[in-house]
């Protein structure tokens, strides 16, 4: 059984800062990919980062490259998102995701689709006032 929990979401004002964090729960992996998703009202999910869990390679949307880092503490099996000059734009609800089959060579190519993740977590609600 593989659990995915978020937290650190809540109300900034904008060009503030927020950090989510994402524990996963899981027997033993070897390799993972580990992303962040977020999903406005009205509109479809979007892929925000994303690190190989082996290496710490990472990848981002490009409306968040400048401000969001992605980061992991495999001690904690946590995920981070340090998410810094936020925008009003940037209010969603972030889900974290894990997709336990991923291989190096596939991982970047991925890494953005949200149908490759076999664990979503409960998500976290983020509000940027203006």
């Known amino acids: 059984q593989v659990q995915l929990v978020e937290s650190g979401g809540g109300l900034v004002q904008a060009g503030g800062s927020l950090k989510l964090s994402c524990a996963i729960s899981?027997?033993?992996?070897?390799?993972?990919?580990m992303a962040w998703f977020r999903q406005a009202p009205g509109k479809d999910r979007e892929f925000v980062s994303a690190?190989?869990?082996?290496?710490?390679?990472?990848r981002s949307a490009d409306s968040v490259t400048d401000r969001f880092t992605i980061s992991i503490d495999k001690s904690r099996r946590t995920t981070y998102l340090q998410m810094n000059n936020l925008k009003p734009e940037d209010t969603a609800t972030y889900y974290c995701?894990?997709?336990?089959?991923?291989?190096?060579?596939?991982?970047?190519?991925?890494?953005?689709?949200?149908?490759?993740?076999?664990?979503w977590g409960q998500g976290t609600q983020v509000t940027v006032s203006s």
């Open positions: 995701a894990a997709d336990l089959r991923a291989i190096l060579s596939a991982w970047y190519e991925r890494s953005p689709r949200s149908d490759v993740y076999q664990y």
């Open positions: 899981a027997r033993t992996w070897s390799r993972a990919i």
């Open positions: 690190i190989w869990w082996p290496t710490g390679a990472t």
